[in-house]
């Protein structure tokens, strides 16, 4: 019988991205199953067989598979156990409102290696959900790292420059970042990507990938700096409680508040209140 140890590592906006490392006791083929989600699979370390309705494939840890719902898939692990995955759940309807959503939801499944770059992707999303980020992050990096997988296969939109595009879709472009930071500058630190993009009538994936080409950042790295400036503005009135200022502007946890103002401003927010502050005193946890 197979065993494995799983640990969930972020659920946002219908997504699941988890983690598992395999323990067998049999080298042979696992009993195969019916898959009933959408699943993109990226190895990391070890290596297994897999088949998926037929195909049989020696994956190790170069390798992605996209599973669909109704694939008949089984594992095999003839090198012995210790192999580790990541994996990601999909909703179908998360699907149909990508750019790309046809592509994934026509195609009979993918398999191959995916790239350095793009794995390093992969493990530095690993690495934040488990240190601790929001639902807001981890559901644009999720939608970004989708695009990259599907990319390899020619079919995704990334590619897709913008220097040919007509005056008025650029122009239509530029309307929807700007409404999209009107939104999380009006307080919208506590939204996710769905309703945010819900709210300006667009698609998640879409509008993240506009928003980059337009304001030169990710919309998480622009809601950080909203976040940030909000916190600056709270210790300079005498804020003290770091506490009160993760919930007040949507911070995972406290650590979050401290990493996400120290990779922006270079001090701690204890350091910055003493700057700032004309109260003297340390923060509260």
Excluded at 20 to 32: K, N, T, Y
Excluded at 54 to 72: K, N, Q, S, V
Excluded at 258 to 267: D, E, K, S
Aim: glycine share 10%.
């Amino acid at each position: 019988m197979a065993r494995g140890v799983y640990r969930r590592l972020g659920i946002a906006d219908g997504m699941q991205m988890y983690e598992v490392r395999c323990l067998v006791d049999h080298a042979g083929w696992q009993e195969s199953v019916l898959e009933s989600e959408f699943q993109m699979i990226l190895s990391r370390s070890g290596a297994y067989l897999s088949r998926v309705n037929g195909r049989e494939t020696f994956a190790d840890a170069t390798y992605a598979l996209l599973i669909r719902p109704d694939d008949e898939s089984s594992v095999a692990h003839p090198l012995g156990s210790g192999d580790v995955f990541t994996g990601l759940k999909v909703p179908a309807v998360v699907l149909a409102e990508r750019a790309d959503g046809q592509e994934w939801l026509t195609r009979r499944g993918w398999e191959g290696a995916i790239d350095d770059r793009l794995d390093l992707r992969h493990r530095t999303l690993v690495t934040a959900c488990r240190r601790g980020i929001d639902d807001f992050e981890t559901s644009e990096r999720l939608h970004s790292l989708m695009s990259g997988v599907l990319a390899l296969t020619g079919q995704g939109d990334d590619s897709a420059g913008t220097a040919h595009r007509r005056p008025a879709t650029h122009a239509a472009h530029r309307r929807l970042a700007h409404r999209a930071c009107e939104v999380l500058a009006g307080g919208g630190y506590h939204l996710g990507l769905n309703e945010v993009a819900r709210a300006v009538n667009s698609s998640p994936h879409h509008l993240s990938r506009v928003f980059r080409e337009v304001m030169g950042q990710t919309m998480t790295a622009y809601r950080n700096r909203l976040r940030v400036r909000a916190v600056l503005s709270d210790l300079q009135e005498g804020a003290s409680n770091l506490r009160e200022l993760t919930s007040e502007y949507g911070f995972a946890d406290q650590a979050h508040l401290t990493r996400v103002v120290g990779r922006h401003l270079g001090q701690t927010p204890t350091a910055i209140r003493r700057t700032l502050s004309l109260v003297d005193g340390d923060l509260r946890s």
